[in-house]
């Protein structure tokens, strides 16, 4: 199983960025899809924005639309989510996630899940 470590969360301002990183072990990197999920304070978990094996297809969730951009590179077996124009609201634990039959927007076919990494966003 693929084991998901999660960097680049922290403080910052809001219409601030952040870019938050996602790296596996193991030579399979490309044979899964990727996302990123988030849970605020009180409430569930929730989809951000997925992206496909090859990196041709990504999949946002409306919240995420227009300001975050997810991307990944296969050689460095690395996903990369970068946020700009952070909201209080988007403050959340923020988790790297892996499947090989992921359906975006969903949590259908997910395989791992990272540690989280926190994204506190101040007004």
């Known amino acids: 199983q693929v084991q998901l470590v999660e960097s680049g969360g922290g403080l910052v301002q809001a219409g601030g960025s952040l870019r938050l990183s996602c790296t596996t072990s193991?030579?399979?990197?490309?044979?899964?899809?990727m996302g990123w999920f988030r849970q605020a304070p009180g409430k569930e978990r929730e989809f951000v924005v997925s992206i496909s094996r090859s990196g041709e297809s990504t999949y946002y969730a409306d919240s995420a639309k227009g300001r975050f951009t997810i991307s990944r590179d296969n050689n460095k077996n690395t996903v990369y989510l970068q946020m700009n124009s952070l909201k209080p609201e988007d403050t959340a634990v923020y988790y790297c996630v892996a499947g090989r039959m992921m359906v975006p927007g969903t949590s259908r076919g997910l395989e791992a899940w990272g540690q989280g990494t926190l994204v506190t966003v101040s007004s």
């Open positions: 193991g030579r399979t990197f490309s044979s899964y899809g």
